[in-house]
């Protein structure tokens, strides 16, 4: 089964950037679609962002225009690059793919790397 393994997180001042990258075992290109996650203390995991087979981007509403989601197929590698940090952005980041079943797409994230912490002060 392929593996993803997030880059080390890191802690960053408020209004600072950082870059993710979520390095994948074998082929990403077979993906139905990655994401990014992200779980603070004391809060149920959300979805951040997503990117679908055909490369359309989805944003939750609090990232959107400050963190932007891309893959390098060649590179099997999904990024996330965050700017104008805040501190509410601090949580634990999770990256996830949907490999698809028997030949055909899944609708749930089936694989998933074992998360890199974020912090952002003020």
């Known amino acids: 089964q392929v593996q993803l393994v997030e880059s080390e997180g890191g802690s960053v001042q408020a209004g600072g950037s950082l870059k993710l990258s979520c390095a994948a075992s074998?082929?990403?290109?077979?993906?139905?679609?990655m994401g990014w996650f992200r779980q603070a203390p004391g809060k149920e995991r959300e979805l951040v962002s997503s990117?679908?087979?055909?490369?359309?981007?989805n944003y939750a509403d609090s990232v959107k225009g400050r963190f932007t989601i891309s893959q390098d197929n060649a590179k099997n590698t999904l990024y996330l690059q965050m700017n104008s940090l805040k501190t509410e952005d601090t949580a634990v980041y999770y990256c996830?793919?949907?490999?698809?079943?028997?030949?055909?797409?899944?609708?749930?994230?089936?694989?998933w790397g074992q998360g890199t912490q974020v912090t952002v002060s003020s």
């Open positions: 996830a793919a949907k490999f698809p079943r028997r030949g055909y797409c899944v609708n749930e994230y089936n694989v």
């Open positions: 074998g082929s990403i290109i077979i993906t139905c679609g």
């Open positions: 990117i679908r087979y055909d490369g359309t981007t």
